[in-house]
Nanobody
Framework: QVQLVESGGGLVQAGGSLRLSCAAS????????MVWFRQAPGKEREFVAR????????YYTDSVKGRFTISRDNAKNTVYLQMNSLKPEDTAVYYC??????????????????WGQGTQVTVSS
């Protein structure tokens, strides 16, 4: 059974830091791109950052550049999101996603997307 389990959320004051973890299990993810999304109350889910398992290349949305860092630990099959200089507008439920690029054919055992259950991040002013 494929699972993505997020952890590390919580309540922090503005300017503080949190590190989110996404533990992946149930299959190999070497072909996948690991992505962090977030969804604030009343807003649509938005992209935050992504990393490729294969080469570790990263990409961030503009609003978190210089503050957030996405990384991976291949041995632990875990992806991290280090969040520094947090702002109240970073408050959201953060979701981990494993996405299979469109250039690779998906199947029953290799789905296009897997999602975690989400972890709440609340930044107080």
């Amino acid at each position: 059974q494929v699972q993505l389990v997020e952890s590390g959320g919580g309540l922090v004051q503005a300017g503080g830091s949190l590190r989110l973890s996404c533990a992946a299990s149930g299959r190999t993810f070497s072909n996948y791109v690991m992505v962090w999304f977030r969804q604030a109350p009343g807003k649509e889910r938005e992209f935050v950052a992504r990393i490729r398992w294969s080469d570790g290349s990263t990409y961030y949305t503009d609003s978190v550049k210089g503050r957030f860092t996405i990384s991976r630990d291949n041995a632990k099959n875990t992806v991290y999101l280090q969040m520094n200089s947090l702002k109240p507008e970073d408050t959201a439920v953060y979701y981990c996603n494993a996405h299979l690029p469109d250039t690779i054919v998906a199947s029953i055992t290799m789905k296009r997307d897997y999602w975690g259950q989400g972890t709440q991040v609340t930044v107080s002013s």
